[in-house]
């Protein structure tokens, strides 16, 4: 018996690193210390100007949209998605990424698929300023079907103690800031290949004329990086920006409702905005009540900013604010029948109460 | 259709972070600013005494000892040997560990066999004196068997820039000392299984009396964490520790070989240690050839420091040495042919040429 009888293909491996190094090199910068291959990475954060540095880390999947990669064979487009979760994640604290981190796991590994997946990681780092320092990459025979694999990241980032944005200073009258999203991102793809494939029985390639393009285009949009618009907003806006969210798996009433002090609720209109058709399609097809589609799905918000009154029309000029479809979406108040902050029920903290979205609530 | 009906139970994820979020709390420390939970976690470092922090951080899995736990129905210690696997490869530098986040992935989502995983983690992660401060639970129906799940783990360590520990200053006549292993640690299970439960038709509650516990008690032992003697190392002999290695996948040699300088070769003699008889076991089942023994497995020696001759034998005294069974196992020499390092080959850089290990290569 060998390694290679056994299913592990070492040569594979070699030449998915080789293939990983060559991509990878191309995201480092003066702070990349080593190169891929060590035991560990080594990053020297440029820490100027920082009293003191807090690091901000998320671990991050794109969920089961690693299905639609297999079903379309493109593979680039799920690598970006990957690191823009995973940025949008922690830039909600006013940090600045620095690394990133990947791994890839699948039951026989191809080389190819692998080089495509970091191609599309190395796109979306170089696009926000990332390095992509390390990763793992496993074979595991038995763990996955043909053409599966998983995908996991992780980033690092950092931002000076007293810059930390954490919501703890919203107040009634604050407005919300939505950043459009260009689909689903990377939540709600079960629910969606469920209606759409299994029970509508589309496939990846059909046309629609209403989404102007295929499902499998439609569904693969590479989920939005806002580090740019983000990062302009924290320079401008200072201690008027208050909180920030990134809308992910429990759509805008999971999400927001993490950065709402205990005693409001911020109020959600959706006509403030238009959601990609993709979000009406699939509850069509699914038959899906509007408050699942808001459970499940982004429903065209990416990415919420609240801001101080008077400051809410600034943040619309800000560089890259038209690009995505800035727009204010709500507004903070307190919550009924309290007279104040002070007296809001402690146990209200982390409660999806504490969004209300209008039509769909009440 | 609702997103449960499709497959994807947002209550037992809500009650899978509540179990983690419970087990992780015990592993913060003062320098653990946020709770589990928000976009990302917080960590400020304490950097007293470090003049150019360096940020040393690595990505790993367990690998297909995953399937032991399925077959065992034990969960706990993949998760710990996750945590050890991740920190044996960062302070290989003489980083110190700092936090971990974690990445399990699993087609429908078992809160009990979560919560197991993560108690592991955690009693690693308080042993090595590791914060677990974030990580993603992914539910992904269609992508696992029943029963199975994937791992992943990302750790950060610091380290000072003038104590980074590379290897570069290897020079011949230098000391390897080994550190044993209990087993295979994370290493070479898809080999080992295929020998002993396809080929040889053994049961993990198999009892062998040449192991003195069944074969699932053998392959399961817990990957050890060196983080005590090589803190204890790193302190007492500075710049006289030349290099360490983290015996991983591609055995001694292929992970010995990444720190020895062009020009030099280790010479490793097996004959300075006894490995645990779970690797004769295996090779004798599966008819595997010693040479295929020492590139699949670590053999018995978990991870190798780089010591000059004239503290070898301090190495030993170290609080911890005798623990880990710490023992001078080979030692470093010009490369044969070539009159000193100057004139060495550049080519032989990360060169498997570069380790030797005796009656096994020559």
């Not at 009293?51 to 998320?58: G, H, I, K, T």
């Not at 690092?156 to 604050?174: A, F, H, K, L």
């Not at 939505?178 to 390639?205: I, M, W």
Request: glycine fraction near 12%; hydrophobic fraction near 40%.
């Amino acid at each position: 018996m060998t390694y290679s009888l056994a299913g592990v293909d070492i040569k594979a491996g070699e030449r998915a690193v080789d293939l990983i190094r060559e991509h990878a090199r191309s995201t480092f910068g003066p702070e990349t210390l080593s190169e891929i291959g060590s035991f560990g990475a080594l990053f020297a954060p440029d820490l100027t100007g920082i009293s003191e540095p807090v690091l901000v880390s998320s671990a991050d999947g794109v969920g089961t949209k690693l299905k639609l990669a297999s079903m379309t064979g493109v593979h680039d487009t799920v690598g970006a998605d990957l690191v823009n979760h995973c940025i949008d994640d922690i830039i909600t604290t006013g940090a600045r990424p620095l690394f990133m981190l990947d791994y890839i796991s699948t039951g026989a590994l191809s080389p190819e698929i692998v080089g495509e997946i970091v191609k599309g990681m190395v796109g979306a780092c170089r696009e926000s300023g990332v390095s992509l320092i390390g990763g793992e990459t496993a074979e595991m025979p038995g763990f996955y079907s043909p053409g599966d694999y998983d995908l996991a990241g992780f980033i690092v980032g950092v931002v000076d103690r007293t810059n930390i944005v954490t919501g703890e200073n919203i107040q009634p009258g604050d407005k919300l800031i939505g950043l459009k999203s260009n689909g689903l991102h990377t939540n709600g793809y079960t629910l969606a290949r469920r209606v759409l494939f299994d029970h509508a029985k589309l496939e990846p390639s059909t046309n629609v004329d209403e989404l102007g393009c295929n499902v499998g285009e439609a569904l693969m949009r590479v989920h939005i990086s806002y580090a740019g618009v983000v990062k302009a907003a924290v320079n401008v806006l200072g201690k008027d920006l208050k909180g920030m969210a990134h809308i992910t798996g429990g759509g805008i009433r999971g999400n927001l409702s993490r950065i709402i002090p205990d005693g409001m609720v911020a109020h959600v209109n959706p006509s403030a905005w238009t959601a990609p058709p993709i979000f009406s399609f699939i509850q069509n097809k699914g038959d899906i009540a509007e408050a699942e589609m808001y459970r499940a799905f982004n429903m065209g918000i990416g990415y919420i900013i609240v801001v101080s009154e008077e400051k809410a029309t600034d943040i619309l000029k800000l560089e890259g604010a038209r690009e995505h479809g800035a727009t204010i979406i709500g507004e903070v108040r307190n919550l009924a029948g309290t007279k104040s902050v002070d007296s809001a029920p402690q146990n209200a903290k982390a409660s999806v109460s504490k969004v209300s979205i209008l039509n769909i609530d009440n």
